[in-house]
T-cell receptor, first 111, second 115 residues
Framework: AQSVTQLGSHVSVSEGALVLLRCNYS??????LFWYVQYPNQGLQLLLK??????LVKGINGFEAEFKKSETSFHLTKPSAHMSDAAEYFC?????????FGAGTRLTVKP | ETGVTQTPRHLVMGMTNKKSLKCEQH?????MYWYKQSAKKPLELMFV???????ENNSVPSRFSPECPNSSHLFLHLHTLQPEDSALYLC??????????????FGPGTRLTVL
């Protein structure tokens, strides 16, 4: 069965600092991997997805993620945090039939 | 309307009330989902409908009753709820099979408060 683990339920960074949100996956087949963002009282919005093309995936709002098969990881990064990045971030793994979400990481950005 | 819409956005109900949540997707997808999101808890998958047939319900209490009359509409009927059922209820849709990666598109959610 496939699953994802997000390390750190809460990450705090200063404005302008690097953002790194960690995600490790477990899958018996080549995975499709996703990062979603959720702002308060809203639904989940897709940030980016890995579908076995390029291992470095660029998404919206300056975020990117790198698929590393040897580490079973798909960490999300952004070089410089902005106040508007404060939100909850979910990693997810999917095959053709099922999608599983991580527990989420809440990102706080300090001025 | 585009994407996935949900109504109402906010709902307050008593434990003896009966209410329904509505979800509509305008993406031509063949699968729809209900999730429950409570504070400080992971997303909980409640129900999955694929090609209008329920394929998963994850042992959800019977006070939650889903209905999927067609591939574009999904309802969640609520009756005799408990205060612990207060949460954000999210609807999502996707295209399963056909190599579309099962990417799910979410609605904005209904914030439910049970008094």
């Amino acid at each position: 069965a496939q699953s994802v683990t997000q390390l750190g339920s809460h990450v705090s960074v200063s404005e302008g600092a690097l953002v790194l949100l960690r995600c490790n996956y477990s899958s018996s087949v080549p995975p499709y991997l996703f990062w979603y963002v959720q702002y308060p009282n809203q639904g989940l919005q897709l940030l980016l997805k890995y579908t076995s093309a390029a291992t470095l995936v660029k998404g919206i709002n300056g975020f990117e993620a790198e698929f590393k098969k040897s580490e079973t990881s798909f960490h999300l990064t952004k070089p410089s945090a902005h106040m508007s990045d404060a939100a909850e971030y979910f990693c997810a793994v999917s095959d053709d039939n099922d999608m599983r979400f991580g527990a989420g990481t809440r990102l706080t950005v300090k001025p | 309307e585009t994407g996935v819409t949900q109504t109402p956005r906010h709902l307050v109900m008593g434990m003896t009330n009966k209410k329904s949540l509505k979800c509509e997707q305008h993406l031509g997808h063949n699968a729809m989902y209900w999730y429950k999101q409570s504070a400080k808890k992971p997303l909980e998958l409640m129900f999955v409908y694929s090609l209008e047939e329920r394929v998963e319900n994850n042992s959800v209490p019977s006070r939650f009753s889903p209905e999927c009359p067609n591939s574009s509409h999904l309802f969640l009927h609520l009756h005799t709820l408990q205060p612990e059922d207060s949460a954000l209820y999210l609807c999502a849709s996707s295209q399963v099979g056909g190599g579309d990666y099962n990417e799910q598109f979410f609605g904005p959610g209904t914030r439910l408060t049970v008094l």
